[in-house]
């Protein structure tokens, strides 16, 4: 099953206004005129004029005081003044992702300032893989019988009516701190705070559940008659850490909060930070990453914390990880943190191939809504893979594992997660079929349920039939990238990364930028399976590449995670990238989608691999002072031929050519004609023999061979009837079709395309040995 090709959405034609420019100029010092960055926030139009500076630069931002949380805020922090007060016990309740786990940690932080550590201050954290998101009476009873008499939840608690009561039985108060959708009536806590209950477009309500933990301990530092030993802001990269993790709009002050969070966690690998977090400075280390970037938490930080829930289960010791001054304990914690996530990595990696080919045999056409289980499926990356075939497939997707039968009768259960697509609210569809639930939660777009096993097919039933009628037509909404520039080669690099740096922290509702690039070519193209810190390869492929167009001076490197060197298209393509720097890589573009060039450029497609070089000298060659050929001969009446050629045109001789299939054995030549075959076959690209054998370094011969090959394994070759878009008015396309079933190829066959790709080969080492002197005898 292949996903759906991507829409791309073109920038808008309208330049932004001097006027414009100059307003954004101002908002960000060391850079005159910056053009790329006020085109961006024009075509986005994220806000007024007035708020940009505040936008862009947090030293220009107001942050809104906690006190705007009103009376449940002040409620919460007299009760907790009472508490350290008196002595009290207090318990954080927290969750295992990585806002949860962020926001106990700043609470274990921050009340463990006024409150002592174990003694009087714990925290609690339900198991992802046995539990669900929310109280529950188990943790309720431990903490009741550690003594705890105040408990303050975050990320969690404002749909748990029931376990709230259940907690005032035991003598427990509860404080809730939350992010997540708000519930009908009262649920008996002594206070709700949750920027939910604000209007839509505060600067407050996008807060995620690190954020709202972050202002309750503003609201009480504020309150206190002396500050404690550290300021609030010594938890800001723990804040920073949460937000951008989480699925929430960065806007307002969550914005604000991760860009001088960031600031504060870049600090955590300089030799003696201002407060020292050993354990985040080892887990940058662990994921080669300096803190710097948003990047550095979405795809380094923020995984591997969630990891440790979705495969142990159990994510306590993250709290340890991120608070403990002990290097050596956390030392060894980060390590297993890093272990997880490799693990995390081959799981989802084999669980979407398992869910994409069940998906194969779904009726996408009259499937709105995917609701696949298995008995098999680790419950922990179920969100993960739904959200990479929603992403794919532009279909909300819920995917659950079956628990095994009980032993008391009870109903056989089945529990998972859910992601959702733009424009369809998760949560109101669960809650308009809650009668089939057992339980439910989350946001919008991402969500959990837990079901009984014989409800599973009316729930998909009625999820499909919803979003049907909310979403109209019977065919999935196409997946859409909004292109936000055009740019070429040569203007990636340093100058438009600094500028586009000033949009970051990037999230829902303001994207990583996407730079269109047209008519451009891949070069030293390969790819290579990663390998973890112990040296084993895991099931991920990276392929890298080199940018050029025909104004490129240089090549610029970029990556496509996930894809095969073979999948990229021959010859000219469009391409839509990001891109990005780290310290390791430097400057470069991540892959997001490409396309062959609809109208070929003049002039021929320069070499994949290699620039224009004179056969033997490797000394530059200008196409208009000599006579090129693309290839080194096979015998020497192609020489002869070429040499008369150039005679007759009055120029010299001169060879453009890359030795690239040269060093692939004849097997792995078949290798990469399969997969460019499937690649075209999925693409309905049409291609000319020509461009196929300069792609593989074939000549058409052995080309034929390698095409009779394939049509013994599945593939059906047959002239491209469509309009020529990309090729020679003198040569036709072929397109290329390939039958799913499984086919043995014939033996024979291949073997014919393996013998004579031999002797080509030998024949090409041979000639590109000999002197040129010698040829011209």
Not at 47 to 60: K, R, T, Y
Not at 299 to 314: C, K, W, Y
Not at 331 to 356: H, S
Request: proline share 8%; aromatic share 6%.
């Amino acid at each position: 099953m292949d996903a759906l090709p991507l829409r791309w959405d073109m920038p808008r034609a309208d330049a932004a206004p001097d006027s414009w420019v100059e307003t954004v100029a101002q908002a960000v010092p060391g850079i005159t005129s910056p053009r790329w960055l006020a085109q961006v926030l024009w075509q986005r139009q994220l806000g007024p004029a007035s708020d940009l500076g505040g936008w862009l630069n947090p030293a220009q931002y107001q942050p809104t005081p906690a006190s705007t949380f009103g009376s449940d805020l002040a409620i919460a922090v007299s009760r907790l003044q009472q508490a350290i007060a008196s002595e009290e016990k207090v318990a954080i309740w927290g969750d295992f992702d990585a806002d949860g786990v962020t926001s106990t940690a700043v609470l274990w932080d921050g009340l463990g300032q006024l409150i002592p550590k174990g003694d009087r201050l714990t925290y609690f954290i339900p198991n992802r893989l046995s539990e669900s998101h929310g109280l529950s009476q188990r943790g309720l009873d431990q903490l009741a019988q550690w003594g705890a008499t105040l408990l303050v939840t975050c990320d969690t608690g404002s749909t748990s009516g029931a376990e709230i009561a259940y907690a005032k039985t035991l003598g427990l108060e509860v404080i809730v701190t939350d992010h997540h959708t708000l519930p009908d009536g009262d649920i008996g806590a002594i206070a709700l705070i949750n920027p939910r209950s604000l209007p839509p477009e505060h600067p407050l309500a996008t807060l995620s559940g690190v954020a709202v933990a972050y202002k309750l301990l503003e609201g009480l530092y504020e309150a206190l008659d002396s500050p404690p030993p550290l300021p609030l802001e010594h938890v800001l990269d723990l804040v920073a850490i949460g937000l951008i993790a989480d699925l929430v709009e960065l806007r307002g002050d969550c914005r604000y909060l991760a860009q001088i969070g960031l600031a504060r966690l870049q600090t955590q690998t300089q030799p003696h930070p201002p407060y020292p977090r050993p354990g985040l400075a080892e887990l940058l280390a662990l994921c080669k990453r300096t803190g710097d970037r948003p990047t550095d938490i979405s795809f380094g930080l923020g995984p591997r914390i969630n990891a440790v829930s979705r495969i142990h289960g159990d994510a306590s010791f993250c709290v340890e990880l991120l608070t403990s001054r002990d290097r050596d304990r956390t030392k060894t914690l980060a390590y297993e943190a890093e272990l997880a996530n490799t693990r995390r990595k081959a799981l989802q990696r084999d669980l979407y191939g398992q869910v994409m080919a069940r998906i194969a045999q779904v009726d996408l056409a009259t499937t709105r809504c995917l609701v696949l289980a298995d008995e098999t499926w680790p419950t922990g990356i179920l969100g993960l893979v739904a959200g990479q075939v929603t992403q794919a497939l532009g279909r909300p997707t819920i995917l659950l594992r079956i628990d095994p039968p009980t032993e008391d009768g009870s109903p056989q259960l089945a529990r998972g997660s859910a992601r959702s697509v733009a424009g369809l609210d998760l949560y109101q569809l669960f809650q308009a079929q809650s009668a089939l639930l057992s339980g439910f939660g989350g946001h919008p777009l991402a969500a959990g349920l837990t079901l009984p096993v014989e409800h599973i097919e009316v729930l998909a039933a009625a999820l499909n039939r919803m979003v049907r009628d909310q979403l109209g037509g019977d065919g999935a909404p196409q997946p859409t990238i909004q292109i936000d520039l055009t740019v070429t080669v040569a203007e990636l690099g340093q100058p438009l990364f600094r500028e586009l740096k000033w949009l970051e922290p990037c999230g829902m509702g303001n994207p990583v930028p996407k730079l269109l690039l047209r008519n451009v070519w891949f070069q030293n193209v390969f790819h290579k399976k990663l390998r973890d810190r112990q040296n084993k390869a895991v099931s991920f492929i990276k392929t890298e590449f080199e940018l050029w167009d025909d104004v490129a001076e240089t090549g610029f490197p970029g990556e496509w995670w996930g894809h095969y060197r073979d999948e990229l298209p021959p010859g000219r393509c469009d391409v839509v990238v990001e891109l990005d720097f780290n310290s390791n890589t430097g400057y470069h573009v991540k892959l997001v989608d490409v396309r062959p060039t609809a109208v070929e450029a003049p002039g021929p497609v320069p070499g994949q691999s290699a620039p224009v070089l004179d056969w033997r000298q490797h000394s530059p060659v200008n196409r208009e002072s000599a006579l090129v050929v693309n290839q080194i001969p096979m015998q020497w009446s192609d020489w002869q031929a070429w040499q008369r050629q150039a005679a007759q045109a009055g120029l010299p001789l001169a060879l453009a050519f890359s030795s690239e299939m040269d060093d692939l054995s004849p097997g792995e030549v078949w290798q990469e004609l399969v997969g460019l075959a499937k690649y075209l076959a999925r693409t309905q690209t049409g291609v000319t023999r020509s461009q196929l054998g300069d792609r593989l370094r074939l000549s058409p011969p052995s080309l034929a061979l390698g095409l009779a090959a394939l049509e013994t394994a599945g593939f059906a070759i047959a002239p491209d009837l469509r309009p020529l878009a990309v090729t020679d008015p003198d040569e036709d396309l072929i397109t290329i079709q390939f039958d799913p079933d499984p086919v043995t190829p014939a033996p024979a066959a291949i073997q014919q395309f393996l013998e004579a790709l031999k002797e080509e080969q030998f024949r090409r080492r041979y000639f590109a040995q000999v002197p040129v002197t010698a040829l011209s005898w």
